[in-house]
């Protein structure tokens, strides 16, 4: 078989599957007497495993794969494997208590309609006013500043960021973590927008948890193939 043999499958140039060659996720290539790679059904299977395996892992990373299973460390290569379930699974954890936590704000008292002062939000939510300056500190919230006084002043998108910060933080959630998930939702366009992104963010581990059982699947037939258990 020859390179765009290969290629033609998955929609690659010729040149492609040679540089997938050079990268280690073919196995050994003969060549013919005038230097052209000969590629083999063996390699074909390499080469839909890597695809397979990379929607789910990443290109780097199933390349690692490739490499491993190549240099017979299968060992390692499972290993690559399992990691990318358990991050799977902790994202999947994280989604559950970010849909809990949120639903939990349908219970609370709604914003009032003026600002709050740092010690009447802290008193609202049952935590200390430095606790309300390390979130500020992790860009978690950003209050206003009364202009005579300088004073910090916490609007009902303060407050609602707030409220969602201390249900995550009650269910072990890192600062960084809550940081990074209230960008995603003032991103998102606010409160109107959650069921959306949990909707968004269910599918999405969805399409990876069945791309990782599509790559296990085809690296299962290479391996078959390669007689390697």
Same mark, same amino acid.
């Given at each position: 078989m020859r390179p765009i043999d290969l290629a033609r499958e998955h929609g690659?140039?010729?040149?492609?599957?040679?540089?997938?060659? @050079?990268?280690? /996720?073919?196995?050994?290539?003969?060549?013919?007497?005038?230097?052209?790679?000969?590629?083999?059904?063996?390699?074909?299977?390499?080469?839909?495993?890597? $695809?397979?395996?990379?929607?789910?892992?990443?290109?780097?990373?199933? $390349?690692?794969?490739? +490499?491993?299973?190549?240099?017979?460390?299968?060992?390692?290569?499972?290993?690559? $494997?399992?990691s990318a379930h358990v991050e799977l699974l902790a994202e999947r954890d994280t989604r559950t208590e970010v849909a809990a936590a949120l639903g939990a704000l349908s219970t609370t008292p709604p914003a009032p309609v003026r600002p709050l002062t740092v010690g009447e939000l802290a008193h609202r939510l049952d935590v200390h006013p430095a606790t309300l300056r390390s979130w500020e500190a992790q860009g978690i919230l950003h209050p206003e500043r009364d202009r005579a006084t300088g004073y910090r002043e916490y609007g009902p998108d303060s /407050?609602?960021?707030? @409220? $969602?910060? +201390?249900?995550?933080?009650?269910?072990?959630?890192?600062?960084?973590?809550?940081?990074?998930?209230i960008a995603s939702l003032r991103e998102a366009g606010g409160a109107d927008a959650l069921a959306a992104f949990l909707d968004a963010w269910q599918e999405r581990l969805t399409t990876r948890s069945r791309n990782l059982l599509a790559g296990a699947a085809q690296l299962d037939a290479y391996l078959t193939m390669l007689g390697t258990g």
């Amino acid at each position: 078989m020859r390179p765009i043999d290969l290629a033609r499958e998955h929609g690659l140039s010729a040149q492609a599957v040679r540089n997938y060659d @050079e990268a280690g /996720v073919l196995p050994p290539t003969e060549r013919s007497e005038t230097g052209y790679r000969r590629y083999t059904p063996l390699h074909a299977q390499a080469l839909r495993a890597f $695809i397979a395996l990379r929607r789910g892992h990443g290109h780097q990373q199933a $390349i690692e794969i490739m +490499r491993a299973t190549h240099r017979g460390d299968t060992e390692s290569a499972y290993r690559l $494997i399992d990691s990318a379930h358990v991050e799977l699974l902790a994202e999947r954890d994280t989604r559950t208590e970010v849909a809990a936590a949120l639903g939990a704000l349908s219970t609370t008292p709604p914003a009032p309609v003026r600002p709050l002062t740092v010690g009447e939000l802290a008193h609202r939510l049952d935590v200390h006013p430095a606790t309300l300056r390390s979130w500020e500190a992790q860009g978690i919230l950003h209050p206003e500043r009364d202009r005579a006084t300088g004073y910090r002043e916490y609007g009902p998108d303060s /407050v609602r960021d707030a @409220e $969602i910060a +201390r249900q995550l933080r009650r269910g072990g959630y890192p600062l960084p973590k809550v940081a990074q998930f209230i960008a995603s939702l003032r991103e998102a366009g606010g409160a109107d927008a959650l069921a959306a992104f949990l909707d968004a963010w269910q599918e999405r581990l969805t399409t990876r948890s069945r791309n990782l059982l599509a790559g296990a699947a085809q690296l299962d037939a290479y391996l078959t193939m390669l007689g390697t258990g």
